[in-house]
């Protein structure tokens, strides 16, 4: 079974940078689009980036020119690079992908989440 593991996150000051991970492991053939959301107690989740089989990546307004996603398809892992954090920016992270597995059935799959706290 595929499972997703999010990692990377922690406490940092405003204006700092974290670096989240999403490592998908399982009989994957194929990993197709990967998306990053983010959630506060209290609140709807929310989207944060979008990153399709192939085009340009998808960001909400409220992270644009802040963060940047990337993958390494070989490691099967997808990175969340987050620049001049804002305490609003606090939530847990969670991933999401799109996956094709050996067996050739589809599904989404998600992690579990990893807790971003950004402090003034």
């Known amino acids: 079974q595929v499972q997703l593991v999010e990692s990377g996150g922690g406490l940092v000051q405003a204006g700092g940078s974290l670096r989240l991970s999403c490592a998908a492991s399982g009989s994957i053939y194929r990993t197709d689009a990967m998306v990053w959301f983010r959630q506060t107690q209290g609140k709807q989740r929310e989207l944060v980036a979008f990153?399709?089989?192939?085009?340009?990546?998808v960001y909400a307004d409220s992270v644009k020119g802040r963060f940047t996603v990337s993958r390494d398809n070989a490691k099967n892992t997808v990175y969340l690079q987050m620049d001049s954090l804002k305490p609003e920016d606090t939530a847990v992270y969670y991933c999401?992908?799109?996956?094709?597995?050996?067996?050739?059935?589809?599904?989404?799959?998600w992690g579990r989440g990893t807790q971003v706290t950004v402090s003034s």
């Open positions: 990153m399709p089989t192939g085009g340009t990546t």
């Open positions: 999401n992908a799109q996956i094709l597995l050996e067996t050739f059935r589809f599904g989404t799959y």
